[in-house]
């Protein structure tokens, strides 16, 4: 079955613990990319991804990073966290120019 | 800056009572229009593709239609399973990779 997957679902940590939320598509997707949602903001790009070891700001990048080492895998990472980051992430992949789909999401509450 | 405004930000609807959703957009050189349906707790799914003004899309009880500055999501006789937040999100032609800009979406609620 083609998907995105993410992990973990559910996360609760504390200011300045590191974390990763891994994503994975079983799609050859050449495109990937992580968006954050919160209430009355919608959902906001942070990191993306076009091909392999190519990766670029989204619109809220502060505080992450991420990389592409496979074309499959593109884990996101908080260096240290902070409460201002208690969001739900989703990662989404698509070929280049085509439709995207999204991971089932990453629900971080940062204490 | 490209921008989705997406109204109203709430519907509830009767079973069977048809009903529209509204995405208006200003963007450099549209790309493609994408609607998206999410229900709580869950990733945003795929519903249509738009890409020039007239062009129209159905599937079931959904269909969306696009012209120069808007979109709409019409929904025709509704079922409870159509309770769902809809999504609006555009792609602009200068936008760096996929880019997807979204609007804060429309909460639709269906009553039996």
């Known amino acids: 079955e083609a998907q995105v997957t993410q992990n973990p679902r559910y996360l609760i940590t504390v200011t300045g613990k590191k974390l990763t939320v891994t994503c994975s598509q079983n799609?050859?997707?050449?495109?990937m990319s992580w968006y954050r949602q919160d209430p009355g903001l919608g959902l906001r790009q942070i990191y993306y991804?076009?091909?392999?070891?190519?990766?670029d700001k989204g619109d809220v990048p502060e505080g992450y990073k991420v990389s592409r080492k496979e074309k499959r895998n593109f884990p996101l990472i908080l260096e240290s966290p902070s409460p201002n980051q208690t969001s739900l992430y989703f990662c989404a992949s698509s070929s280049l120019q085509e439709t995207q789909y999204f991971g089932p999401g990453t629900r971080l509450l940062v204490l | 800056e490209d921008q989705v405004t997406q109204s109203p930000e709430a519907l509830r609807l009767q079973e069977g009572e048809s009903s529209s959703l509204n995405c208006s957009y200003t963007v450099s050189g549209l790309r493609g229009l994408f609607w998206y349906r999410q229900d709580p707790g869950k990733g945003p799914e795929f519903l249509f593709t738009?890409?020039?003004a007239g062009e129209e899309k159905e599937k079931e009880r959904l269909k969306a239609t696009l012209t120069k500055k808007e979109s709409f999501l019409h929904i025709t006789a509704p079922k409870p399973e159509d309770s769902a937040t809809y999504l609006c999100?555009?792609?602009?032609?200068?936008?760096?990779?996929?880019?997807?800009?979204f609007g804060g979406g429309t909460r639709v609620l269906v009553k039996p």
């Open positions: 999100a555009v792609q602009a032609g200068k936008a760096a990779g996929n880019k997807l800009t």
């Open positions: 799609m050859n997707h050449e495109y």
């Open positions: 991804s076009m091909n392999v070891e190519v990766t």
């Open positions: 738009l890409y020039s």
